[in-house]
């Protein structure tokens, strides 16, 4: 298969509450994006990670990519619900022939 | 920063015409599109790699005889879905990464349209 592994695939959470979202491959990644995306639009790139273990911060969200650079992910602290949406990792890069390939995504719906 | 417009946004079309879908890369030059097909709730699936001025290379299990895609230039690229039948209703997403000659752009991030929903009924 062409995806990622990413879990959960659904997420439900109340206002304030933390979440963490994976997102794993059996092979090496030359670099890993995270995208949000909202219904009947396209993906909004977050953050591009590239090297082993490196975190990058994005106000409440934080990336973390893995030392192995097979494994990376996303948590959000005190979610609001304006974080609702799908989140999507992907992989790309040379290896890939410059095609990004997408997890199976993770529908997140923060309740007020 | 870079834009890319797709064309239309929603299309609605009967069982058995064709339809295509226009993507434009429009402050900046792409030589590779990428299509993207996504269904409800579910993630973007690649279908094929646009190059320009060459042939699209495909996906496994997309076929091409019935998704044609043009790259005629270095800011347009085109996907066609021939004899559309209900099972081809889906949201259509094109990508492109800035063309920088002499620089390897692998690891740019893709630049997404806003997607086409197409309905056959």
């Known amino acids: 298969t062409q995806l990622l592994e990413q879990s959960p695939q659904f997420l439900s959470i109340q206002e304030g509450e933390n979440l963490t979202v994976y997102c794993n491959s059996s092979s090496v990644f030359s670099s890993l994006q995270w995208y949000r995306q909202e219904p009947g639009e396209g993906p909004v790139l977050l953050v591009t990670?590239?090297?082993?273990?490196e975190v990058k911060k994005l106000k409440r969200l934080t990336f973390q990519f893995g030392d192995a650079r097979k494994d990376s992910s996303l948590h959000i602290t005190a979610a609001q619900p304006g974080d609702t949406g799908l989140y999507l990792c992907a992989k790309g890069g040379y290896n890939q022939g410059g095609k990004l390939i997408f997890g199976q995504g993770t529908e997140l719906s923060v309740k007020p | 920063g870079a834009v890319v417009s797709q064309h239309p946004s929603r299309v609605i079309c009967k069982s058995g015409t064709s339809v295509k879908i226009e993507c434009r890369s429009l402050?900046?030059?792409?030589?590779?599109m990428f299509w993207y097909r996504q269904f409800p709730k579910q993630s973007l699936m690649l279908m094929a790699t646009?190059?320009?001025?060459?042939?699209?290379?495909?996906e496994q299990g997309v076929e091409k005889d019935k998704f044609l895609i043009n790259h005629a230039s270095l800011t347009l690229s085109t996907l066609t879905v021939t004899s559309a039948h209900p099972e081809d209703s889906s949201f259509y997403i094109c990508?492109?990464?800035?063309?920088?000659?002499?620089?390897?752009?692998?690891?740019?991030?893709?630049?997404f349209g806003n997607g086409t929903r197409l309905t056959v009924t």
């Open positions: 402050d900046f030059q792409a030589t590779t």
């Open positions: 990508s492109a990464r800035v063309w920088d000659r002499g620089r390897s752009s692998y690891n740019s991030p893709l630049h």
């Open positions: 990670v590239v090297t082993g273990g």
């Open positions: 646009s190059n320009e001025g060459s042939k699209a290379t495909y």
